[in-house]
């Protein structure tokens, strides 16, 4: 009350000197801390949506090249051990990835930090510059066969020298030309690990086995089919009558597209294994009985060095008489020898193909990898020698028709 009695009894014009009052802030602290949480909050979604990284958030993982540390080769004073080592390294120097393209990679996991070093080299013939020669693991592939595509390594001819040729099965040609024989082709392979191995390990070496390019690891599969001695062929896929109800599978050649289209699907096909003699349609009803799409893929199997093999199940197929334009190795299926899987009935058309064989000098047969035909193939492949018939690989049966 004296306060203010003190400021009512002052004369106008004059000031009283009063107790300072303390200053207050316009928030509190909590409203301070929620102010900096939304700016924070804005600030990351100003990045997420303004910065265009599509990776962001993804691990990272810090890589260190090292080169190798430099030969000692040229040592005057190296030890007499070394230099008697010299000819099994000359040797080792043909093998497939050299030590010296060999590179040690440091992986650094981003969240723990954790360290890991890996020697990594040179052996991923897609990795290699035009020109290169590719090592290739593949047991018996000849890497002058091979051109580097945007898809892979596809076969080319080199130095004289085709796929057709080179990956042909080995066969006593002159007694093969003396006697009947009979081609069989098992396709459909490449899919089903299972039944894949049955057919490779159960039927003799003469058998050609043709693969699709799908599957998880086709190229695997088929370097064991060639380890076992097989010759193998790649089976590209093309249009059927009821497609797309009836699907071959992914790139699959259609009369729809045009030549350049269809050849680059053509390439990817070529490009998912190596070491094959020759090509197969699979399926391709209406696609191989069209003359304009099937020039270009003719035409193009013949300039990359390779064979074709057309499995009977198309009349109306031109593949023989574009093949003969282009002096490209042909062979055409008799029939299929399980169109109906019966034991009674494959064994049926077993000893039709004998007869067409002994009546014409060649015969050619193709079966799938159903278990029931792998087990009549086996059984009756034992019979042949005994009835005067040659099994020999499909490359050899194209051989003797040719000359024939």
Sequence with gaps: MAEAADELSTPLGQQTVGRTRRFRLPFTAMQALAVLLGLVLVGFVGIALFNDNPLGGEPIARVTLRNPPPAAADDKHAP???????????????????????????????????RQDVVIGAGDPADKADGDTPPLAMTGIDPRLLEKSRYGMIPVVADGLKPSTVYAAEADRAKAARMPVVAIVVAGLGVGAAKTTDAIMKLPPAVTLAFTPYGSDPGKLAERARTQRHEILLQIPMEPFDYPDNDPGPQTLLTTLSSEQNLDRFYWHLS?????????NFMGGRFVAADPVMQPIVREAAKRGLSYFDDGSTPRSVAQTLSAGQSLPF????????AVPT??????????????????????????ALPVSIERLGAWLKTLDSKGIMLVPLTTAMLKSKSG
Excluded: N
């Excluded at 062979?331 to 399980?338: C, E, P, R, T, V």
């Excluded at 494959?346 to 193709?366: Q, S, W």
């Design 343 to 368: 034991s009674a009935e494959i064994d049926r058309a077993l000893v039709k193909l004998e007869t067409i064989a002994k009546e014409r000098g060649t015969a050619v047969g193709v079966a799938s």
């Design 272 to 280: 998912r294994l190596q070491g094959y003699a020759g090509i197969a």
């Design 80 to 114: 007499a051990s070394q230099a008697a080592a010299e000819p099994v390294a000359k040797s080792a120097a043909k093998a497939p990835a050299a030590a010296s393209d060999a590179r040690t990679v440091t992986i650094i996991d981003g969240s723990s930090g954790k």
């Design 331 to 338: 062979a055409k299926a008799d029939f299929a020898i399980d």
